[in-house]
């Protein structure tokens, strides 16, 4: 099974008083594309109008170059995994898997057959003859994926399929889906909020916000060069800050500090740093780093395995560190601290 490519040209869909604007995205077959966004994004609601659920007040959806705009659902040989899986819960594992292919009315060898290596591939055949009710979320997540994939569709809808899951059942299913996708080319649309599923996953992420899509490329491009302050604010880059670059956009100054950039612009613009580009210290280091700012700590936020140590230089910059950083340096609000950072960090647009 090889995917098609897909295609959506200047889509715009109306929900109650919710629109998707100018939607223009591109899938290559057998790519591998993450719509990440916030919750209220429009993001359910685009795979649906994809999916053949809602009708777009305009544009078009393109499946291996044929117009689909106007067919319905089942007429599509798109897959679609529902967030909450959608499986019926008084069918078996088996008949779950094998409901598509018997409304096609394949014969019972070539159905059995199908859903059989399906679920030997997603590990799950030792619970066909199982019901519903009794399964996991994660052997639910599987059985969602194998009724979807038996199919053999030309472009598969994943919409949330691991926010359910706890951290251990997600990392497995990640590999899961990376599995799939290395193994049956399928051409997939995958929605999250998740940025880590996105990196993890995603050739390409596109940001939608508000309706929007505020940036398409690659993960390196929009976690690290992020098109916009909102894009930059949403993908946690928190240092965000508008000011001036020098004319030899070699210096970027904010709040009457400067600090050492590379650009290619100069005069006003934005300069963003990753709070895990930032090394802070309790004296100047020396490093290749060109830029070394003394402040004052004035926030220590633990989050998981990371703690984010707001420093007042001024401006205000935020940096990721690790508790065992934390607990080596002692950190305390109040304190005076070194920042680091390489000016090669600093993305400016």
Not at 4 to 26: H, K, M, S, Y
Not at 70 to 96: C, M, T, W
Not at 119 to 142: D, H, N, T, V, Y
Not at 294 to 306: A, D, N, W
Request: a positive charge; glycine letters at 10%.
């Amino acid at each position: 099974m090889i995917g098609a490519p897909l295609a959506l040209e200047v889509l715009e869909v109306q929900a109650g008083a919710f629109r998707l604007v100018g939607i223009d995205l591109a899938v290559r077959a057998g790519g591998y594309l993450v719509i990440l966004g916030p919750t209220g994004a429009g993001k359910t609601l685009l795979l649906e109008t994809v999916a053949g659920l809602r009708r777009p007040r305009r544009g078009r959806i393109l499946l291996d170059g044929a117009d689909i705009t106007s067919l319905p659902p089942e007429k599509r040989n798109i897959g679609y995994v529902f967030q909450d899986y959608a499986l019926f819960p008084h069918l078996s594992v088996f008949e779950n898997i094998a409901f598509g292919l018997r409304l096609r009315r394949l014969p019972r060898g070539e159905l059995v057959r199908r859903v059989r290596g399906m679920a030997q591939l997603l590990g799950i055949e030792k619970l066909l003859p199982r019901g519903i009710e009794s399964l996991s979320g994660g052997e639910r997540q599987r059985v969602a994926l194998a009724r979807a994939l038996v199919l053999s569709p030309r472009a598969l809808l994943l919409d949330e399929p691991l926010s359910a899951l706890d951290p251990a059942r997600r990392r497995e299913l990640q590999q899961v889906l990376k599995e799939l996708h290395r193994a049956l080319s399928p051409t997939v649309l995958h929605v999250t909020h998740d940025f880590e599923e996105a990196v993890a996953l995603g050739e390409e992420v596109a940001v939608l916000l508000r309706g929007k899509l505020a940036q398409v490329g690659t993960p390196e491009e929009v976690f690290r060069r992020p098109a916009t302050p909102e894009v930059a604010e949403f993908v946690g880059a928190r240092n965000v800050f508008f000011g001036e670059v020098s004319p030899d956009g070699r210096r970027f100054k904010v709040d009457g500090k400067g600090f050492e950039v590379v650009s290619e612009l100069s005069g006003p613009a934005h300069a963003v740093v990753r709070p895990e580009d930032i090394l802070v210290s309790l004296s100047p280091i020396a490093s290749s780093a060109r830029n070394c700012l003394r402040g004052k700590v004035v926030g220590i936020e633990e989050r998981g395995p990371l703690v984010y140590v707001t420093v007042n230089v001024p401006p205000l910059f935020t940096a990721a560190i690790t508790r065992e950083s934390l607990s080596e340096l002692r950190l305390q609000e109040g304190m005076e601290v070194y920042i680091s950072f390489k000016a090669s960090a600093v993305h400016v647009f």
